[in-house]
């Protein structure tokens, strides 16, 4: 970037005072690392998770993932599925199976 040229998002992070080799500028510069790198890693378990629901829907089933915290016995956060037509449970009754474990299910249906 040439001198004198305004960019908000190096102003936003408060990096434009900053010297390169300064510890503040460095750390600021891993923070932002992480925050891009935690972002798409985000984005690749849910698109996984889209992936799952897709896949039970085209053999006619539907997997719900658990929104609930991990305080409950019964509840490990993960998916459930259930047949789209009766409501009943096909498998993932304590909310345990995992997105590729729902994949893998319904791809021997």
Known sequence: MRPGRFSPSRCEAGMDTL???SPLFISKLMEMEFTMMWNQQERAVK????????????VGLVAIKSRKGVGCVDNLCG??????????IEAGERFDLTADEVIAYCSAE
């Open 19 to 21: 010297d390169a080799s």
């Open 47 to 58: 698109a996984l998770e889209q992936r799952a629901r897709r896949k039970a829907k085209s």
């Open 79 to 88: 998916f459930r599925i259930l047949d789209a037509i009766l409501g009943t």
